[in-house]
């Protein structure tokens, strides 16, 4: 059974917590609605409001019959001021009332048939009789506040009982639109984050496919700047190692293969040159006879044969000197002394130097970099001729120093510049390309590289970046 991807898996844990939160939050907020409803619609509490609703009707029957029973008793004489108005309703248990006197003329009621008794302003209740004097009317206003009270809290009561299935289904719809939305921003976080981490794990994947199949020259495109973007810089930097190993490790073995076959040839070569020479001047030696022409014919082959065998052991010293290449000896070194060692043995060369003040101190071979040097040198002078100019020059850049070797000549061409470090490979007529080889494997061997390309104003420059050792290592060493 295959398994479910990884970015289906973030989506759905984020939407399975979305909807857990979600459902606890809901069972929490309808637990607290049904005990809040239960705390305040219960049979209870209807009942005991019942009873005050009656009561205060009862109250407010009792209080309009007081009115009107008040209200015969004051239209009758005598006449009565204010104050004794005041003390009748007092004397009637009647104290919360507002009493006013105005001219009848003012007043809109018919008090022909007496006082009248009447409901005002839903919360008052209103007497308004004739005073005996007839040029007077009183109105008397009895607050009703008590059992307008009573009455919204009986009406407030029984709205909340017939809406208790309203909430719930109102409640439920709201946990539906609640849940839904959730859900829905859930899903868009986790595609968002879904998407964003394994949209890059799936190019890592593909990237270890590509590096399976050999395939050393693939990239990924890093574009974040978190840990994942940092987990693709290391893959990327990782194939660039084994690309740049890979390169080494050809070299190396191209370079060993070389090497046997320089030493074998010279092996081969080199024993019979002394026995060729020898048989030469013996025959050279030997002849008595008188003629002139033939001596000085025998003369001749002698001393060609004789140079030539010369040549052929100065190869053979070339070929055995690059089949057996010694092994470093590093010791602290100045590589701008290295140079001017080496340009001493050149006097009549036109060689500039542009050497950097305070070079670090590099651990080097000196005696290698002295052979480095010197081919580079001769390279230099073959390519740009007896009248050419040649600059030597010193950098640092971080932890790598720079030594770079221009020349006037003609340059590398750009189908050359890789070839021509390796073995027997030559843009010269004479020669048989060992030289850059050779330094080639010394400047590797010093964890270095060189490479070669034109110069600013023509010819060839040659760059050898050699590592700086770290300085922080180097400090305890010299205090002591």
Partial sequence: MRAIPLRWRI???LIGLALGTTLILALLARHFLALSLQTNVNVEMGSALTSALSLAKENYDAKKRQLQGIGQLLSAPPHRDENALHAAFADAGLND?????????????DLSRGPVVSKVETDQLQLVLALPDSQRALTALLSLKALIDVGNAVQTYKHIEMAEDDLRTAFLLAFLVAAAGVVLLASVIGVRIGFEITRPLNALLKGTREMARDNLQYRI???????????IESFNQ???DLVENRRKRLEAEQ???WREIARRLAHEIKNPLTPIQLAVQQMRDKYSGNDPAYQQFVTNCTEIVTEEVENLRSLVQEFANFARMPSLSLSPSDLNECVHNVVRLYPDAHIHLDLEKNHPTLELDAEQMRRVLINLIENSLDASGKNGQIEIRTRTSDDTAILSVIDSGPGVPLKDRVRIFQPYVSTKESGMGLGLAVVHNIIEDHGGHISVKDAPKGGAQFDLQLPIPDRTVAQPEEQR
């Fill in 97 to 109: 009332l507002t009493l006013r006197v105005s001219p009848i003329e003012q007043i809109d009621i």
């Fill in 238 to 240: 990782m194939a660039q």
């Fill in 11 to 13: 989506i759905a844990a």
């Fill in 255 to 257: 370079i060993a293969a």
């Fill in 221 to 231: 495109p890093r574009g974040r700047d978190d840990e994942i973007g940092l987990l």
